[in-house]
C-alpha cells in the first residue's frame, strides 16, 4: 500500500483500509515491547518535538516512549514556564520549532483547529494531532480500534456503547468517526445535555437508558467526566451522574458476555465507572496503554520515512 | 465636473431597462438620462459602456469602520475607499467602535472624517445606550440631530426588554430607526459555531437558531407595542427569517437585512476548512437549510437589504487558531461579486432587479428622511452611480484592497459581476479612468 | 532483499507481494505485472540464472556445508531475513532433516526497522514479524537471505540480531553473491556467485510467495521520455 499520510490531524479522511495497514503494522511493533532491548533504529536522526500546552502526562509519555524506541531525538516543548506563557503565539512557535530542524510535532493544544492551524504554518514538519481542543484526539482513537480489534479479530457489525460526556469530548468524536470507519455500530448513551445536536453527520444512535444501550454491545466506552461540566450546569451533581449513567457491575451484566470496558484515562471512580468494573476482568484499561505505544510507533514509522512525500 | 457615461443599461432602483442609454452628470447631479451627444472638452470624461449596468450607487447598511479606537484594524479613510472599490456609494459605520459613538460630538466626528475621505459617503449610526453598556439611554435625539442614521448596539443586542421598549418609544419621532443585532446572550453564551453540524463535529459551543429568534420575535412584540420600526441585522436562520415575514405580513414596520457570507457560505465551511478562523463570524454560519431560507426570502421581499458586515481585524489579530480567533471577515470588496456569483450559481432564484435593489433602493427607504433620495436614478436626483460589468471575471487578491483588512474567506476564488466604477455626488472615486 | 535498496525496484518487489495474494492468479499476475514494467522499460527479463532443479540441488549442498562446518548442527539456529530468505531458510531445515534427521530449530527476522535506508525510500517498507522461538544466546546463528549485494541487508541484520540477544557466532548463507559490497561483509555459503553490473536486478522467485523456483536477472532501464 502507498502510504500517503504525513501528518494526522483528525480520522475523517482515513479509509478503512489505512487505519487497517496501521493497525497491522502496530501489531509488529507491539511485539518490540516484549524484547529486552525495545529500541530499534529506524527513526534514527529525526527530531521530534512533542508541543505541550496542556498538561497530559499519558499522551505525552505514550508518544516519548514510541519516539524513544524508534530512536528519534525527543524534545519536550511544555507550555509551563515557556514562551506562550510569555504571549508568544503558535505561528511563532511552529516556525521557530522548524528552524531548529524539527522533522515532527506533536501538538495537545486547548483550542479546536490548532493542530490544522500548525500544520498550515508548517512547510517541512510534519503534525500529529495529540488533542486539540473538544475536537480530535485521533491517535487515542486509533489505540481504541487497536485495542478493540486484537481482541475481537475485527469490528464489522460489532456494536459500541459509548456513555458519558460526549460533546466536550475529543476522545468520544475520534472514537465516533474511527469505529465507524471500521465498521462497528456506535450507540451513544449519557444525559442530552452533553450530547452533540446533529448525531447522525457520525452515524450513531443514542439510547436514553444506559440499560438499553449496553444491551449485547461489544465494547463500552466510558468516558471521563469532568468536573467543570457539572460547575457550567449541565448536570446537578457528580452523583446523580454516576447513579444514572455510572458504570457499575449491574449494567455491565447487560452488555454481551465478554465485552471489553474501555475508557480512555484517568479513571473517575464512582463518577463514571466503578472500581469493580475498571479493575474487573473485562477491563481493557491497561491494554489501552499498552497499544498507546505500538499504536503511535506505527503511525511515526509510518509517516516519518520515507523521503519527498506531499 | 461633468462626466457622461453612455451605452448603459440603466436600472432605476426598481426596474432594469433593456434599451441603452446614457447619463450625464453635472454638478453633482444627474443632469439627463436618455441620448446625450458629448460635447466639446468632455472627452476625457465620457465612457462608453457598452452595455454594462448603470446603478444607483449602492448602499451598505453595516460596516464596521474601527475609528476611532482601533485604526490598525481600519480607519474612516481606509474603509471608504475599500467601499468604493467594492462598488458601494455610501456605508453606514456602526459604532461598536472606542469609545463607542455614543453622542453628538462623535457622530460629528465620524461625519467630518467621513467627508474629508476619498472614497464612499460614510454615515454615522450612533448606540442606543450610553457606553453600548446596555444600561441608560444614549443622547439619542442629539445624536439624530447631528446625523446618525441608525441607532444600534451592534456586537451585542439591547438585552434588557425594558430598555428597547423605552428606546424603541423615545425614538418614535426621531425619524431613526433602531437596528437591533437580534442574539439572546444567554443562549449563545461561550458559542463559537452554529449549534447543530459544526458544533456537533467541533465540540465547541454553538449558538443556537432559538438565540436569534427569541430576541427577533421580541422586537416585533415590542415594536408594535410602540408603534416604532425596528430593523433586524444580519438575520441568518431560517427561523428568524419566518419570523420577519410573518411580521410584515401583519404589517408590521419590521424590516431585516441579511450578510454576504450567510447568503454565500454555510457551517460546512467551517468544519470542511478544518476550523478556519476565516469562517468564524458572528452570527456563525449556518446549515445550508438556513441559508436557501435566506435566499428565499431574498426572492419573496421578507429580506431589506444585503449587507456585508465588513468586520475587519489585523491579520496577526485573525492568523491564529479557530477557538482563539475573534469574530468577523473583511468582505468590503469583494461582497457584491460574491453574492452575484452565488445568485447566479443557484440559477438566478430571483430577477437580478430585486438583487440590485437590494444594495440600493432597498436599504436607502431604511434611512433617515434626508436621505431619501438615494438609491434611485432620478434627473436632479444625486449622482451616486455604480456601474456593474455582468462579463468580467476576476479573482479575489485582498494583497491589493484599498482596506487595512485582508482576512477574507474567499482570498483566491473567482468570482464573475464585478462593480468597476463608482460615483459618489459626481466624483468618480473608483474605476478607470480610460 | 538487496535489491530493495531502490526505489523503483522496492516498488516493485512490494507489488509483486500483493500479487501473491491472489491464490491461483499469483503466478500469471506476476508475470502481468513484470510484463506491465517491461512495456513501461524499467525491468527487461536478461538472462535465467537458476531453474527449480539447479535451485532445489544448490541449497542441498549449502545444506551439506553448514552440517559440515557446525559438526553436524550442533547447537545450530536457522534465521531467515524477511522474506525470501524465510522460505530459503525452511527448505534448508528440511534438507537438514533428510541428511541428518535432526531438527535445527528456525527463526524469522524482519530488518525493516534497522535499515539505513529508511529516510531515503519513497514509501516505508512494511514491517513484518520477527518471530525466533528461542533464545539466540550462545547458538550459532546461520542467517539466511537470498541475494548478498551491498551488504547493507546483512548489517541490518546483525544489528537486529544483537539486539536480540548474544550469539556465539553468526554465520552468513546466500543463494546468490552478486557482488558489489559496500561493507565488509562476507557470506559464509554461498549458492552461486554471478557476476552482476549495478544496473542489472537479481531476482530470486520462491514457489511458496512467486509460484515458481527460479533465478533471473533483469536487466534496469532507465525511464526515458
Known sequence: ?310 | MTILLRNGLIFDGEKLGEKAKDVLIEGGKIQKVGETQPQRGMENHTYDLDGKIVCPGFIDLHVHLRDPGQEWREDIPSGALAAAAGGFSTVVAMPNTDPPIDCASLVQYVMNRGMSSQGARVLPAGTVTKGRSGERLAELAKMAAAGAVFFTDDGSPVWKSGLLHKALLYTRNLGVRIMEHPEDLDLSRGAQVNWGYSSSRSGLKGSPVSSEVSDIHRGIHLSEETGSPVHFTHVSSKKGIEAVRLAKRQGLSVTADVTCHHLVLDESAVVDSRYDSLFKVNPPLRSSTDRDALWEGICDGTVDAIITDHAPYHSDEKDVPFQEAPFGIASLECAVAAVLTEWNNRGKPCPLERMLYLWTAGPARLLPKKWSNLGKIREGGPADITVLDPGIEKTVDPSLWRSKAKMTPWKGRTFANWPIMTIVEGRIVFGETE | MEDADTYKTGKFRRQGDFALDKGDNRRNSRRCLLFLWGVLGLLREKAKVMNADEMTRALKRLAHEILEKNRGGENCLLVGIQRRGVHLANRLKEYIKETESKKVPSGVLDITLYRDDLTLLHDQPVVHSTAIPVDISNKTVILVDDVIYTGRTTRAALDALMDLGRPSAVQLCVLIDRGHRELPIHPDFVGKSVPTSQDEVVEVRVNELDGVDEVVICQREEYRQ
Open chain 1, 1 to 310: 500500500m502507498e502510504w500517503k499520510h504525513r501528518s494526522l490531524i483528525d480520522l475523517d479522511t482515513w479509509s478503512r483500509e489505512e487505519i487497517e495497514y496501521l493497525l497491522e503494522n502496530a501489531k509488529n511493533m507491539e511485539d518490540l515491547l516484549d524484547r529486552p532491548i525495545k529500541k530499534v533504529p529506524a527513526l534514527r536522526g529525526k527530531l521530534v518535538v512533542n508541543l505541550f500546552y496542556e498538561p497530559s502526562t499519558r499522551t505525552r509519555v505514550s508518544f516519548e516512549l514510541a519516539e524513544k524506541f524508534l530512536s528519534a531525538d525527543v524534545v519536550n516543548w511544555s507550555v509551563s514556564g515557556s514562551s506562550s506563557v510569555k504571549g508568544e503565539t503558535l505561528r511563532d512557535t511552529a516556525w521557530t520549532l522548524e528552524s531548529m530542524g524539527a522533522d515532527a510535532v506533536v501538538i495537545r493544544h486547548g483550542a479546536v483547529g490548532s493542530a490544522a492551524y500548525l500544520k498550515n504554518k508548517l512547510k517541512r514538519s510534519a503534525v500529529f494531532n495529540g488533542g486539540d481542543g473538544t475536537h480530535a484526539h485521533p491517535t487515542q482513537a486509533l489505540l481504541d480500534i487497536y485495542t478493540a480489534w486484537k481482541r475481537l479479530g475485527h469490528l464489522d457489525g460489532k456494536k459500541m456503547t459509548i456513555i458519558g460526556d460526549i460533546q466536550h469530548s475529543r476522545v468520544a468524536r475520534s472514537n465516533m468517526i474511527g469505529f465507524k470507519t471500521m465498521g462497528a455500530n456506535v450507540v451513544l448513551s449519557g444525559p442530552p445535555t452533553l450530547l452533540p445536536p446533529d448525531l447522525e453527520s457520525f452515524g450513531a444512535v443514542y439510547e436514553a437508558n444506559p440499560f438499553e444501550a449496553v444491551k449485547e454491545a461489544d465494547i463500552v466506552y466510558l468516558l471521563r467526566i469532568q468536573k467543570e461540566r457539572q460547575d457550567e450546569g449541565l448536570f446537578p451533581s457528580l452523583d446523580e451522574y454516576f447513579l444514572t449513567y455510572g458504570a457499575d457491575e449491574r449494567l455491565i451484566k447487560a452488555a454481551a458476555k465478554e465485552a471489553l470496558i474501555m475508557h480512555p484515562g484517568p479513571v473517575n471512580r464512582r463518577v463514571e465507572i466503578e472500581s469493580a468494573v475498571a479493575d474487573g476482568p473485562q477491563s481493557a484499561i491497561l491494554a489501552q496503554v499498552r497499544s498507546g505505544v505500538a499504536v503511535r510507533m506505527a503511525l511515526l514509522y509510518l509517516c516519518l520515512g520515507g523521503a519527498g512525500k506531499e
